[in-house]
């Protein structure tokens, strides 16, 4: 896949595509229904498929001062894309300037970029304050636009703020579920309190981006994935407040891993939230119930879950060079 970063007005040339337009935020089972579309479609006619997105966000030019989480970032796009068998990534410079171009503008711009039919959502807006609509770009820009209808799960619209609510509840399950994978966190291992090692359940604790989604604070069940392979976890999400932490810590145990793992990138993958965070009124207590924990973990990661697989696979594409490079 080819990744191109583009300035809306200094347009390189251009193979022509077929082109699904969106932010994409989780690339989640909606999203691949256009993509999967835009790729249909530039094999029937022998040209590229294309996704287009935004970097950095439309809200955080707009809305500067905005408490901003994703559910990915680009990187984790571009390997979904990657993974898809997208063949090009055109990723635009989202500036103040491109939000005030008019609808004819942003017709001009898709034809620019030698994008000779368009795929997007049945909502999805463009052009200053959002003026353009499907049916002014099907009206007036001259191409032809193939508009995917809602896509729902459980009679409800799949879409990134749906998920985003869920993960910020910690119903991670049903989130994986619209997902199509597993929601993960990802980062580099680092030094903890070692606190965890003491009570008998040593801890990777994970140093992740602050632009991350968090899911509520509490216990999970869920997998560390180490170089590809994943290991069995129990994971905290929390500030302990048995010893009074003030920041938002997110620790793994692993099972059946063995070896340090700081300094390593890994992910951390949610399957099930098992409870809510507890201030315990001693550290026999804490140690009691990080048993029970144990337990249940395994217990509900014994389970089969088609979605690992596929997470897994979804992710091996971790550590590839270039694959935001033109």
């Not at 006619?45 to 001062?65: C, E, M, R, Y």
């Not at 559910?71 to 005030?100: H, P, Q």
């Not at 140690?287 to 690992?308: G, I, M, T, V, W």
Request: net charge negative; with cysteine.
């Amino acid at each position: 896949m080819k990744s191109i970063r583009i300035e809306f007005d200094q347009i390189p040339a251009l193979e022509k595509s077929v082109c699904a337009l969106g932010y994409f935020d989780g690339v989640h089972r909606g999203h691949r229904q256009l993509m999967e579309a835009a790729i249909a479609k530039a094999k029937a006619a022998g040209i590229q498929s294309a996704v287009l997105t935004f970097d950095p966000d439309p809200w955080q030019v707009l809305k500067p001062n905005a408490d901003l989480h994703h559910l990915s970032d680009l990187e984790d796009k571009a390997m979904i894309l990657e993974s898809m068998g997208i063949d090009c990534f055109y990723i635009v410079n989202f500036t103040r300037e491109f939000a005030g171009l008019s609808n004819e503008q942003f017709h001009q711009f898709l034809k620019d970029l030698n994008i000779t039919e368009v795929v997007c959502g049945f909502d999805y807006t463009y052009g200053k304050k959002g003026s353009g609509n499907i049916e002014t770009l099907r009206k007036d820009s001259g191409l032809p636009v193939d508009v995917i209808e809602q896509i729902s799960d459980h009679e409800e619209k799949i879409s990134s703020s749906r998920i985003e609510a869920l993960i910020r509840e910690g119903n991670v399950e049903e989130a994986g579920e619209l997902l199509g994978y597993l929601y993960t966190m990802k980062g580099t291992v680092e030094s903890g309190f070692q606190r965890g090692r003491k009570l008998g359940f040593p801890t990777a604790n994970l140093s992740f981006s602050k632009e991350e989604l968090c899911p509520a604070s509490g216990v999970y069940a869920g997998y560390v994935l180490v170089k590809n392979h994943a290991y069995k976890a129990m994971i905290n999400v929390g500030t302990n407040p048995t010893f009074n932490n003030r920041e938002k810590t997110i620790e793994a145990h692993l099972f059946d891993y063995s070896g340090s793992l700081y300094g390593k990138k890994v992910r951390f993958l949610f399957a099930r939230r098992l409870r809510s965070e507890i201030r315990f009124a001693s550290v026999e207590d804490l140690k009691e119930q990080l048993r029970r924990d144990e337990k249940a973990s395994l217990k509900a990661l014994a389970l089969p879950d088609a979605r690992l697989d596929h997470t897994v696979n979804l992710w091996s594409l971790d550590g590839l060079d270039g694959i935001l490079e033109p």
